[in-house]
Structure formats: structure tokens, C-alpha cells
């Protein structure tokens, strides 16, 4: 089992580009995270998929759109990079409580 | 607002001593505790958890004590290791909000050998 799994590892990106990260896990889990971690602010949801076909706003949703794409995928957009969303990603997933992150995606928005 | 809050950025021990990690909160709807742990260019990893029905967990070096009427949550690792150096998050869960968490800002644990 590779657990959750999160492409790139690393991305820059010019501020209005936009990127797509991906997210699959394999422990056929029903919900789905993406979280985005800046120093000494600890984790905050960005969306979150409780079930296959359903999303939902977290924490700081602006400036970013998701998709379930089924149960194992869950894709995070970004429309217009700004340097603002400089950050590092985390994709997690749960079946109940304990939530099971990814290695993460360093981004980069200059 | 910052519902659940590590007032401590960093704590450092010795190899061998105990460890206490603390984490506040203010939302009384909360009924399910964790703690993760996360090396550098890893993602957080699960470490123990808390039902607020309970006082006390124990894993192995790990046990996390829930003080409900002070909203107060921590960790104790004993003894200390320096493979224990890492950031360590305390999280929690609404009541009523399915499976989200909302995590503290995590204090950065060094066990000096």
C-alpha cells in the first residue's frame, strides 16, 4: 500500500499561472482533505470531500477549486497563482477520525 | 478565530527526561483529541488520540491526559528520545462536524542527546 500520494513534490510557479496538484490514496477511504501549512500557523483546510461526489469549503477556500474525481483522487486547482499561496500543500484522507497525510507539494509563487 | 492553540512555538529536553506537550482549547463542542507528529519534508503522521469521554490514553512512551473542565489538552513522552525531535500537532473534532479537524499551530520538540 503506498497510502496517500501527492504530485508534484515540488512546483514554482509566475504569479496568474495555474497548476493543478493531485492526490490518490488506496486505503479506500471515503473522505478526503487538502490542507496548506505556513509557519506558525499550523494545518488549515482548504476543502475537503466527506464522500465521493461531494466537496466542501474549509478554513481559507479563496483562490482555489477541487475535484473528486472519484473515491481514490482528490484534485486541487489553483486558477490564478498568487504569491499569497505560497505554501506547502498536504492531501490527507480518513476513514473515521485519524486522518492519513501525503508527503506534501512544496509551492512556490513568485 | 484560533480554536485550538500550542502556546509553546518549541520545547527542548534532554534524552531520557520527560516531554510535555500542551494545547488549549475553547470550543466545548469538541469530543475527539489528536496528536500528529511531522518530520521535515514529511507529512503528519498519527501518533495517539483521545475520546473526551476518557481522562487518559497511553501508548507505549506516549500518553495524553484531557482535562475538560480547564479545556486542556497534553502530551507526555517518557523517556525522551532524540528520534522524538519533530513538530507535534495537537487536533480536534467537532461534535458535529463529521470527520474535520481543527489543528493547533504545533511546537517544535528537540531532545537533545
Known amino acids: 500500500n503506498a497510502g496517500v500520494t501527492q504530485t508534484p513534490k515540488f512546483q514554482v510557479l509566475k504569479t496568474g499561472q495555474s497548476m493543478t496538484l493531485q492526490c490518490a490514496q488506496d486505503?479506500?477511504?471515503?473522505?478526503m482533505y487538502w490542507y496548506r501549512q505556513d509557519p506558525g500557523m499550523g494545518l488549515r483546510l482548504i476543502y475537503y470531500s466527506a464522500s465521493e461526489g461531494t466537496t466542501d469549503k474549509g478554513e481559507v477556500p479563496n483562490g482555489y477549486n477541487v475535484s473528486r474525481l472519484n473515491k481514490r483522487e482528490f484534485s486541487l486547482r489553483l486558477e490564478s497563482a498568487a504569491p499569497s499561496q505560497t505554501s506547502v500543500y498536504f492531501c490527507?484522507?480518513?476513514?473515521?477520525?485519524?486522518?492519513?497525510f501525503g508527503p506534501g507539494t512544496r509551492l512556490t509563487v513568485t | 478565530d484560533q480554536q485550538v492553540k500550542q502556546n509553546s512555538p518549541s520545547l527542548s529536553v534532554q534524552e531520557g527526561r520527560i516531554s510535555i506537550l500542551n494545547c488549549d482549547y475553547t470550543n466545548s463542542m469538541f469530543d475527539y483529541f489528536l496528536w500528529y507528529k511531522k518530520y521535515p519534508a514529511e507529512g503528519p503522521t498519527f501518533l495517539i488520540s483521545i475520546s473526551s469521554i476518557k481522562d487518559k490514553n497511553e501508548d507505549g512512551r506516549f500518553t495524553v491526559f484531557l482535562n475538560k473542565s480547564a479545556k486542556h489538552l497534553s502530551l507526555h513522552i517518557v523517556p525522551s528520545q532524540p528520534g522524538d525531535s519533530a513538530v507535534y500537532f495537537c487536533?480536534?473534532?467537532?461534535?458535529?462536524?463529521?470527520?474535520?479537524?481543527?489543528f493547533g499551530e504545533g511546537t517544535q520538540l528537540t531532545v537533545n542527546p
Open positions: 490527507a484522507s480518513s476513514l473515521r477520525y485519524e486522518q492519513y
Open positions: 486505503m479506500n477511504h471515503n473522505s
Open positions: 487536533a480536534a473534532r467537532p461534535e458535529t462536524s463529521g470527520s474535520r479537524l481543527t
